[in-house]
């Protein structure tokens, strides 16, 4: 059983407009959500993070959005550059000292110029 | 960068023979991970290690096994590598200070 899904396997958006990728999870014992940009040939890595205290983390153009109540998480990146075309993979744990994550399947966003 | 090697970095291997894969850190975290990736599953965790000589199993540990004889190597064998197991392999080390994974390069292992 998938705990973390992310429903949209591609999106494709124009340069210099919103990008946002969905993510869904099932475990309410889920409490630390983290998003990982990935390019071909290379590791995943580290993009922004949210804590289930909070609703909302933003970094630059990139700000996550957690809503509880609806087990849903999304990262929002504006504006969209080229380079920001990677597989975008969600993923969550059950908080501090569980050190596990649970990752989604991955979103392939490419941003055309 | 979180100091983090993986090698080798690509093997072409048989069925049935064996292969050991490795992860060599160089900050002395304590937790490390092996991850598969593969197309429409994600990354799925293999084993982790929370301490020299201490192991335990992930999601998809079967036909896996693991060894971390000191704080800096991470080691994960396929014992009799099977077609199921042609993968990118990716190491992890948690940083302690922020709970957050960090991950090596990869290993692209084809076994024919």
């Known amino acids: 059983d998938q705990q973390v899904k992310q429903n949209s396997p591609s999106l494709s958006v124009q340069e210099g407009r919103i990008s946002i990728l969905n993510c869904d999870y099932t475990?309410?014992?889920?409490?630390?959500f983290l998003w990982y940009k990935k390019y071909p040939a290379e590791g995943p890595t580290f993009l922004i993070s949210?804590?289930?205290?909070?609703d909302k983390n933003e970094d630059g153009r990139f700000t996550v959005f957690l809503n509880k109540s609806a087990k849903h998480l999304s990262l929002h990146i504006v504006p969209s550059q080229p380079g920001d075309s990677a597989v975008y993979f969600c993923?969550?744990?059950?908080?501090?000292?569980?050190?596990?994550?649970?990752f989604g399947t991955g979103t392939r966003l490419k941003v055309l110029a | 960068d979180a100091g983090i090697t993986q090698s080798p970095r690509h093997k072409v291997t048989e069925t049935g023979t064996p292969v050991t894969l490795r992860c060599h850190q160089t900050?002395?975290?304590?937790?490390m991970y092996w991850y598969r990736q593969d197309p429409g599953h994600g990354l799925r965790l293999i084993h982790y290690?929370?301490?020299?000589?201490?192991?335990d199993k992930g999601e998809v540990s079967d036909g896996y096994s693991v060894s971390r004889s000191k704080t800096e190597d991470f080691l994960l064998t396929l014992e009799s590598a099977t077609s199921s197991q042609t993968s990118v392999y990716f190491c992890?080390?948690?940083?302690?200070?922020?709970?957050?994974?960090?991950f090596g390069p990869g290993t692209r292992l084809t076994v024919l």
């Open positions: 993923a969550a744990s059950e908080g501090s000292g569980t050190y596990k994550y649970i």
């Open positions: 475990n309410s014992m889920f409490d630390y």
């Open positions: 949210i804590s289930s205290i909070k």
């Open positions: 900050e002395n975290h304590r937790y």
């Open positions: 290690s929370y301490g020299v000589k201490d192991t």
């Open positions: 992890a080390i948690m940083h302690g200070s922020s709970d957050t994974q960090y």
